[in-house]
């Protein structure tokens, strides 16, 4: 059977089109799924017994994707210098050292207040923010931010993409409606870690992201 110079130049037109835009295959064993962070808050204990009560223990309500960490069914309410309220911010476990409220920038102007984008527990000089639960107040004189873009990945993970912990790279998100680059995304290496990028609400609708869109890191 005879190929005409138009099938062959189809031909090759699509092989040199699958050349430039990168190997189908490489891109889906490159790809990164993303898990969106809505606002929420971690307690530390004594901040937990005055909000809800002497002695209270976290009620578990589900598993989130990375080891170890879950959702409670408790929720409370941020308030900031504006003195509106945001209503029904999920608690999130297990208790940690320092209690750290994290924001999307949107969540930032209806409280009024101008948190830092930071690493989680980076909390020096973040802003004050204001808690209140069905026992107590708590005032943070710090502790509102609004979460840097990362990665958490596996040490097998960080080895198969050539990074390590605390390194900066930069991703496609091409998976959702509108097509953009995010840069300086931070590497976050542990074996306890899931690999999974996380972005907060502000970030996903800006690309038309969903739970378990994918991003690709930028060679």
């Known amino acids: 059977m005879s190929i005409s110079n138009v099938e062959i130049e ?26 969106i962070s809505n606002r929420h808050i971690h307690l530390n204990q004594a901040d937990l017994e005055t909000l809800f009560g002497k002695g209270y223990q976290l009620t578990h309500l589900k598993d989130l994707s990375q080891p170890g960490q879950y959702a409670c069914k408790e929720t409370l309410t941020l308030v900031g210098p504006s003195m509106r309220a945001i209503e029904g911010v999920r608690v999130l476990g297990p208790l940690r050292k320092a209690s750290q409220v994290e924001i999307s920038v949107t969540d930032s102007y209806v409280l009024k207040v101008k948190p830092p984008v930071r690493e989680s527990g980076k909390l020096e000089g973040s ?49 959702g409606t509108k097509r953009t680059r995010w840069f300086d995304v931070q590497v976050r290496v542990h074996p306890d870690f899931r690999l999974e990028m996380h972005v907060d609400t502000d970030d996903a609708n800006a690309v038309g992201f969903k739970n378990g869109s994918t991003v690709t890191p930028v060679k």
Request: hydrophobic share 40%; glycine share 10%.
């Open 127 to 175: 802003s004050p923010i204001t808690i209140i639960g069905p026992r107590g107040i708590v005032n943070l004189s710090e502790g509102c931010i609004i979460a840097n873009r990362h990665i958490h990945m596996s040490p097998s993970d960080a080895a198969r993409f050539g990074v390590q912990d605390g390194d900066y790279i930069d991703v496609d998100a091409t998976s």
């Open 10 to 35: 189809a031909i090759v037109k699509k092989i040199v089109s699958e050349i430039a835009s990168g190997n189908p295959q490489q891109d889906t064993l490159n790809a990164i799924p993303v898990g």
